[in-house]
Structures are given as structure tokens and as C-alpha cells.
């Protein structure tokens, strides 16, 4: 069956917003569509209150949900988090965690948090910066720099973290102020095996059955932090076909790309990565068989490497469909069209679009080596920040690598000088597994193999880099000892560096130059050809129709809308809603063998729960990637949900969009308070949740 004819034929591409499409930056929302639409229209308190309430987390989103700093987001966004703060003795990720009084909840060793305090446009000092007649790498340099500048100037003005933000491809950009939270600590994680029951076979599908849920709690100067604004929570959830909001920080939309671009994604990118994210699954299932603590170790890195496989596997289904490029490319042309063909407007569009389908496709060579020049370990990236650091540390602020600026650099050393364990066997075979694929796809004579493997085997080099380092250890008598050591090196610059004999330094020294040298390729000949004519592209959109379409998502605060509602597929309705029944029935089904297998409180205290209870539930958002962990409110700013997913139609949405099977999944309130009142004990937490109050 063609999942996304219905759309194709109901939806016409001259026609942007026609569904309850979108990914909206809360400067400019639908406004006159929420009142046409669904008889409703916030006010700018209503935004403001619900702007500040919202958490950008590491890959997610999250939000506040008490006055005492309580943050809600998914456990599997915490995932990383929750499997630091484990050990061998207490695994939190297989059996849960609740801290029952403030003194018990767990402090992580380099959690962040972000709150959007403020926008503005800057667009026009940007684009002022770019000289007239620069070619398009000095206009991107010129660009660039002007961005650092800003970025530097507002932190020193208002003490916040500050990022220039590209929206619409170039067309506009904006500076974001975030508050940045340092001092996080974890309150409730329930067992991974709950908050991601029926494993890969159920990701991305619906029904579904998952409390993938987990609270954290804000501190400020030793002391609950007290947010500007949080959410309310309904005890009852939300009603079926009850209008929804989701706001949160989606990572990536491809949906202003032009058809080239799209053409890229489907033919080198996705293909590209999946090979990738399939040798390295591979890898990882190897290294999990060999013990009980092996499976534990890699757990966190295996779930991240499926669930991206099987969303890129739904990206690039979307885009095999011959109708799905049909509509980009009728999109293309309308908009020409519409501006007119022969128009000043319409031969600079043309010329546009000509000049990044001839950039796409220049690059592809350089493009491949950059997918498979890897060191994939988390060491190998400490080794190479601390080369690149103290070397760019040298520069002028506005001529560094972004990650590097000024602006950057608290968030940076957090993770470079994190006392989080590390496993040096896991490192070894994930750092194994890059190797042998760079080999096998770019052969024994490319550079970047020649300088990581010096005439070693994948294996023999990745042993040779990691058994000698002193960056890394599991044991927390010795992770002291080993963020001491880089430190040292941090604080030793340049001349350190370069008398290092540490062998991850020394690997990434190696590399460096020819890691610099590709993304300087890429960023000339691409990303400035891409970011000068895009900018022509948002013009001529801007001028057919106006601020009536949103920005692609870039990993910042957005806010999509929909309604509760279930579907049909085939011929079999798919109902809004499950409930604690329904996941039982489904470990009967399998007889709880694995991944349907559940922890023993959930048998043994079955009894005390209302089976009817709802557990999931679907609405008609638009999401994508990096909105895990978004709260669902309804039109009072209540929390009726918490996003976790979408179902496997909805993946093609990164492109194109459609309601008629794809939905957002989310956990429901009532069920997330049932759950942890009876089956947890932690009632005290449920208490604080449902407490009178928010704003």
C-alpha cells in the first residue's frame, strides 16, 4: 500500500500550511490559523509562559513541571545520563532509580540544560557583513565572523549563552539567549526495559506500550532552582480529538531543501549512513554478547545506533517513492511560477537552484571520505578536542572553528573534563569498527587511513591507541587521575600537545590536518555555495508566500500543534490511546520472552494497578528527531503527555508532511502518575507533579 498517496492526492504544493503542518519559531505563529482552524488564539503571555517553561536538553527536549525545578523529558533522552551514573553493582538502567528525598537524587557528571530566554533578529548586521563582489567562501568567512562577533557581544551583555541561528536556509538569522543549567541531578528513571518495551521490533511503531519517561531536578546555588514558568499537569490527559500542542527543540527537516539536495540525501547520504549504522550495530551486538557487563556497557550506544537505523531507513522509504519527488519537485516549479519565469526574481531563483545542484553534486568525493574518516570512540573525540582546542584558543575569537568560540567553550570543557566512566574495551571495538570501515570503503592509500591505522590492522591500531592513554577509566579511583591528565594538557596549550606521547593525542594529532582540511574543502565549496543561494531561495519564498511557511527545524525551540487522534491502516482502526491492559496482554501474547519480557515489580504488584489506565497515546504534531522528551499541553499550558516517538509512517515527514497515518506518539499523564503511585512507590514525586499551581 502507498502510505503517502492519500496525502499526495489531498494536499496541493502551491498550497504551504494547508494541514496542521509545522515546526513554528515562537516569534511568528499561525495565529489566524489556530483561530480558523480550532477556535483558538493564545496570547503573548501564553507563549512567554510556555517559552520559559521549556528545556533544550543533550539531543532533546524536556520541560519544567513544578516550582521546584522538577524537569520532565523521556528516559531515553536521559539514557546517556542514567548509564553514567551506573556501575556494575547498581545498574540504574536495568532496575530504575527514585530518589525519595532531595538528598537521594544523583548528580551526573556533565548534564546541561538550556533554557530560551529571548530571540532576536539579526539578520540584516549579518548579511551587512558580506562585502560586495565576495566570492562565495569570502562571504561565507565574512559571514561567519560577523556571527562570532554577535555571539561574544550579547553573552557579554546579558551573561547568557548566545547563538546565532540560520533560519530558512539563510533567508533570516536570529540570535538565541539561552540560561544554561549546569547543575542537574537525576529523581526517577523507571527500568529500560519499560521505558523501552518490545525493543526495535516497537520502535517506531504503533500501538505502543512505553513509560519512557524521566524526571530530573534544576539546582542553583545548592537549592532547588525556582523556574520562571512551569507546567501544570492533567491528572486525566487528553481527550480524543482534543486540540494539542507540542513544543520542543526537533533537530532536522528537510522540507525548503531543494530537489537536488533531496536527491543527495536519498542516493549518498542516507545510503552512506545506514552502511555505517549497520557495521557498527554489528559491532556493538558482538561486544554485548560477550558478558552480562559488556551488554550493560554498550546498551546506551546500541539503542542510539538502532533507533537511528530505523529512522533513516524510514527517511530514505519516503524518498524511493517516486510521488514524494514528484511533489518536491512540482513545489520547485510552483514557486517559479509564481514569481515568474522570466522575472528578475524567477532567472535568480533558476540560477540558485542550478548552482547548489552543481555544488551537490562536486562534493560527493570529498563527502564519502568525510563519512568514513571516523574515530569513533568517545576518547578519540577528547583527544581531538584537546589538539583543536589549544590550537585554536590561539586565534582571534571570530576566526575559530565555531565549537571553539568563546561563547562555546563552558559547554565544551564540561564534556572534554566529564568524570564519566569510560570503557576501554568498548572504546576498542567501537574505535575498531570505524577503522575497518574506512579501510574497506576508501581503501589502504587514503590519507586518513594511512595516518590512523601507520600500516596497522583496524584492530591493531585501535588496541595500540587505547591500551597505552591515560585520558580514560572506568574505575573512579582512577577517572580522577584521568580528567586530571587532561586538564594538564588543556591547560599546557600547544606546547603540551605536541610533547604528548599519549597515544589517543598522538592519534589525533595524526589526523587533525587532514580531518581540517576535509571539512575546509566541504565548508568552501559547499556550505558557502549552499548558504549564498539559499539566501537568494528564502527571497524569492519570502516574496510568493511571506512568513506563512516555517523554517526547516535546527535544533531549536519550535512549537507544533495537532489533535489526539487514532487512524486507520489497511482496513483495521488504529485506536488513540492504550492502556496498562494492553501491555500486559502483549507479554502474554509473547509469552514474555525478550524484548516483551517485564521487571518484577511489573508482575509482581500487576494487581494494584487500574488496567485502564491509559498509557500511550497519538496526536497529529508535527515532530521529528530532537523533539523526544517535548511535553504534549492542551490549551491551558497542562501537561497531558510527554513525546517518544512517531509511528513509521510518520518518518517521511522529515520531508514531506502528512496526517492522514502518521502521528506523534507520546506517554499519557495519567498513565506516567500510575505507574509511579503504584507500582514505585513514589508517590511523592506524583504528589509534587499534581500539586495546585504552575505557570
Not at 436 to 447: F, S
Not at 625 to 654: T, W, Y
Amino acid at each position: 500500500m502507498n502510505l503517502l498517496l492519500p496525502f499526495l492526492l489531498a494536499a496541493s504544493p502551491s498550497a504551504p500550511g494547508v494541514l496542521d503542518d509545522g515546526m513554528w519559531t515562537f516569534d511568528n505563529p499561525p495565529l489566524e490559523k489556530f483561530a480558523k482552524d480550532h477556535g483558538f488564539k493564545p496570547d503573548k503571555d501564553w507563549f512567554d509562559r510556555v517559552r520559559l517553561a521549556c528545556v533544550r536538553f543533550p539531543g532533546g527536549s524536556g520541560s519544567f513541571v513544578s516550582a521546584d525545578g522538577l524537569v520532565m523529558t523521556n528516559h531515553h533522552v536521559g539514557f546517556d545520563t542514567i548509564q553514567k551514573l551506573s556501575t556494575k553493582e547498581k545498574d540504574l538502567v536495568k532496575n530504575g532509580f527514585y530518589a525519595p528525598t532531595r538528598e537521594d537524587e544523583l548528580k551526573p557528571p556533565d548534564l546541561e540544560l538550556r533554557v530560551l530566554e529571548s530571540t532576536e533578529d539579526v539578520t540584516k548586521r549579518v548579511q551587512a557583513a558580506v562585502k560586495e563582489g565576495a566570492s562565495p567562501k569570502e562571504a561565507n568567512d565574512q559571514r561567519k565572523a560577523e556571527m562570532a562577533r554577535i555571539e561574544k557581544e550579547e553573552k557579554e551583555k546579558t551573561g547568557l549563552e548566545c547563538s546565532v541561528v540560520n533560519l530558512y536556509q539563510g533567508g533570516l538569522f536570529h540570535v538565541y539567549r539561552y540560561k544554561v543549567h549546569s547543575d542537574v541531578r537525576l529523581v526517577f528513571a523507571p527500568e529500560q526495559q519499560v521505558a523501552f518495551y518490545g525493543g526495535d521490533p516497537d520502535n517506531f511503531t504503533y500501538p505502543r506500550y512505553d513509560l519512557d519517561c524521566a524526571f530530573f531536578r534544576v539546582y542553583e546555588d545548592g537549592k532547588p532552582y525556582r523556574p520562571k514558568s512551569w507546567f501544570r499537569w492533567s491528572a486525566s490527559g487528553p481527550k480524543d480529538g482534543e486540540l494539542v500542542f507540542v513544543s520542543g527543540n526537533p533537530g532536522s527537516t528537510g522540507r525548503l531543501m531543494t530537489l537536488a539536495q533531496i536527491e543527495y540525501d536519498r542516493d549518498i547520504l542516507l545510503p552512506q549512513t545506514l552502511k555505517y549504522g549497520h557495521g557498527m550495530r554489528a559491532a556493538l551486538k558482538a561486544y554485548s554478547a560477550r558478558g552480562e557487563q559488556e551488554e550493560r556497557q554498550a546498551k546506551d550506544d546500541l539503542f542510539s545506533v538502532e533507533n537511528g537505523i530505523k529512522a533513516r531507513t524510514g527517511y530514505l522509504g519516503g524518498l524511493e517513492n517516486p510521488q514524494v519527488m514528484a511533489r518536491k519537485k512540482a513545489e520547485e516549479e510552483q514557486l517559479l511560477s509564481t514569481l515568474g519565469a522570466d522575472s528578475k526574481e524567477g532567472v535568480a531563483l533558476s540560477k540558485a537552484i542550478s548552482a547548489i545542484a552543481a555544488a551537490r553534486k562536486g562534493i560527493i568525493p570529498t563527502a564519502t571520505r568525510m563519512r568514513y574518516s571516523r574515530a569513533d570512540a568517545f576518547l578519540a573525540g577528547v583527544a581531538l578536542n584537546l589538539v583543536r582546542m589549544t590550537a585554536e584558543l590561539e586565534k582571534k575569537n571570530e576566526d575559530r572553528l565555531p565549537e571553539y568560540r568563546d561563547t562555546a567553550l563552558d559547554s565544551l570543557k564540561r564534556q572534554i573534563f566529564s568524570a564519566r566512566p569510560v570503557y576501554l574495551d568498548l572504546e576498542e571495538a567501537k574505535l575498531t569498527e570505524s577503522f575497518r570501515q574506512g579501510l574497506k570503503e576508501l581503501g589502504p592509500d587514503d590519507p586518513f587511513v594511512k595516518a590512523a591505522l601507520g600500516g596497522k590492522t583496524p584492530a591493531e591500531a585501535a588496541k595500540a591507541a587505547l591500551r597505552g592513554t591515560k585520558l580514560g577509566a572506568a574505575e573512579k579511583d582512577q577517572i580522577e587521575a584521568a580528567v586530571a591528565e587532561r586538564k594538564r594538557l588543556a591547560d599546557g596549550g600547544t606546547k603540551a600537545i605536541a610533547e604528548s606521547t599519549d597515544p589517543m593525542i598522538v592519534l589525533a594529532r595524526t589526523v587533525d590536518p587532514i580531518l581540517r582540511g576535509l571539512r575546509k574543502k566541504t565548508e568552501d565549496e559547499l556550505e558557502s555555495v549552499e548558504t549564498l543561494n539559499a539566501e537568494t531561495i528564502s527571497k524569492a519564498r519570502f516574496a510568493a508566500y511571506g512568513r506563512s511557511i516555517w523554517p526547516d527545524a535546527t535544533f531549536t525551540l519550535r512549537l507544533s500543534y495537532g489533535v489526539v487522534k487514532g487512524y486507520e491502516e489497511d482496513t483495521t482502526l488504529v485506536p488513540y490511546k492504550t492502556t496498562f491492559a494492553g501491555l500486559y496482554e502483549r507479554h502474554a501474547a509473547f509469552d514474555g520472552k525478550p524484548p516483551f519480557d517485564l521487571p518484577a515489580r511489573w508482575i509482581e504488584r500487576r494487581d494494584r494497578l487500574n488496567l485502564a489506565t491509559p498509557l500511550n497515546f497519538v496526536c497529529t504534531a508535527d515532530i521529528i528527531g530532537g523533539n523526544s522528551g517535548s511535553p504534549v499541553i492542551n490549551k491551558d499550558a497542562e501537561i497531558v503527555g510527554l513525546i517518544f516517538d512517531g509511528n513509521i509512517q510518520s518518518l517521511p515527514n522529515r520531508y514531506v508532511y502528512d496526517d492522514v497515518m502518521a502521528r506523534a506518539v507520546a506517554v499519557h499523564s495519567a498513565g506516567m502518575v500510575e505507574a509511579m503511585k503504584k507500582l514505585f512507590d513514589a508517590g511523592a514525586l506524583a504528589e509534587e507533579l499534581t500539586a495546585v499551581g504552575g505557570r
